[in-house]
């Protein structure tokens, strides 16, 4: 009896730690190439330039990687979208499907040059795990046509993050 319910206990658990795309939960794990992502982009940030993203949380990452004197000198938002008490709401995401379905580019929307960052969730979410959003949102197609905008340039990749910057 104490065996079958430690086995279960055990079994549960690992559920619950990677989920599993079917059952519409995402992993919300930190992996080592979100967080060399995050660092190069510290690293390489023009802090005046405005950031934009869809599930990225630069401020979390900030918080892992830089004194609390660089948090400051950074200020950037814990997330990319966020509701506040009152009904105030903070969107830096870009829009939905990136703008194409008005204009030939991301870049259009933008009256100055701007950093984009996207990772392998975005897609993923957007297009396995809950691809109705995607309709309504961004579709795998919109993440692909990035990479042909005349005005967005990929100047940082490392199979999960990518690092654009778009101009107007």
Not at 6 to 12: A, D, S
Not at 114 to 124: A, G, L, P, S, V
């Amino acid at each position: 009896m104490v065996i079958g319910i430690t086995c279960m206990v055990m079994t549960l658990g690992l559920v619950d730690v990677y989920p599993s795309l079917y059952n519409a939960k995402g992993s919300y794990h930190t992996t080592q190439m979100s967080v060399s992502g995050m660092e190069w982009f510290f690293e390489n940030r023009i802090i005046e330039t405005p950031l934009v993203g869809i599930t990225v949380a630069p401020g979390r990452y900030a918080d892992l990687l830089l004194s609390p004197t660089e948090r400051k000198e950074q200020n950037l938002p814990n997330y990319m979208f966020t509701e506040h008490t009152g009904g105030r709401i903070d969107d830096r995401r870009p829009p939905v499907h990136f703008g194409y379905g008005n204009s030939l580019s991301l870049g259009d929307y933008y009256d100055r040059e701007t950093d984009f960052i996207t990772n392998r969730q975005d897609i993923e979410y957007y297009s396995v795990t809950r691809p109705e959003l995607g309709e309504l949102y961004w579709q795998n197609e919109d993440f692909q046509r990035l990479s042909n905008d005349p005005k967005v340039d990929k100047v940082y990749w490392n199979s999960e993050y990518t690092m654009w910057k778009i101009r107007p």
